[in-house]
């Protein structure tokens, strides 16, 4: 009977480990085709680095409220939030990911960066 329901948490936990980062790993396979498409080229990913880069004081923050608050955060807000964000950003990354905005003076790929950098939110978060 252990032996069973371990087999099932294990591979359970497997699928959940696989998924974290599976939609930003999506964008860096299709990186190739997205830097000729968006006027920062090459540039794109360090970009988009930075981004994932400040994508994680979010598991900070989570945690810095959990102690200011000490039983009195439910968690579960935090969850269907951080799910909510990750089905916006996917659907809206899918539409509008060759779309540029003027900002500091140029075009550049702004929606594309601020749907990495929510992606890179949900992923860090998704194990805490």
């Known amino acids: 009977m252990f032996e069973k329901n371990?087999?099932?948490?294990a591979f359970?936990?497997?699928?959940?480990?696989?998924?974290?980062?599976?939609?930003?790993?999506?964008?860096?396979v299709e990186l190739p085709l997205i830097?000729?498409?968006?006027?920062e080229g090459w540039a794109l990913p360090s970009l988009l680095s930075?981004?994932?880069a400040l994508s994680n004081t979010a598991p900070i923050i989570i945690m810095l409220l959990k102690a200011?608050?000490?039983?009195?955060?439910?968690?579960?807000?935090?969850i269907y939030i951080e799910i909510i964000i990750g089905i916006v950003?996917?659907?809206l990354m899918a539409q509008y990911w060759n779309k540029t905005h003027w900002f500091a003076g140029a075009?550049?790929?702004?929606?594309?960066?601020?749907?990495?950098?929510l992606l890179g939110t949900l992923d860090t978060t998704s194990t805490v």
């Open 6 to 9: 371990f087999n099932i948490t």
């Open 12 to 28: 359970l936990f497997v699928i959940l480990a696989l998924s974290t980062w599976l939609d930003l790993n999506g964008v860096w």
């Open 35 to 39: 830097v000729n498409e968006v006027p």
């Open 50 to 52: 930075f981004a994932v």
């Open 68 to 78: 200011f608050f000490k039983g009195r955060l439910d968690e579960r807000i935090f």
């Open 89 to 91: 950003a996917c659907g």
């Open 107 to 117: 075009q550049h790929s702004v929606l594309f960066v601020i749907f990495v950098f």
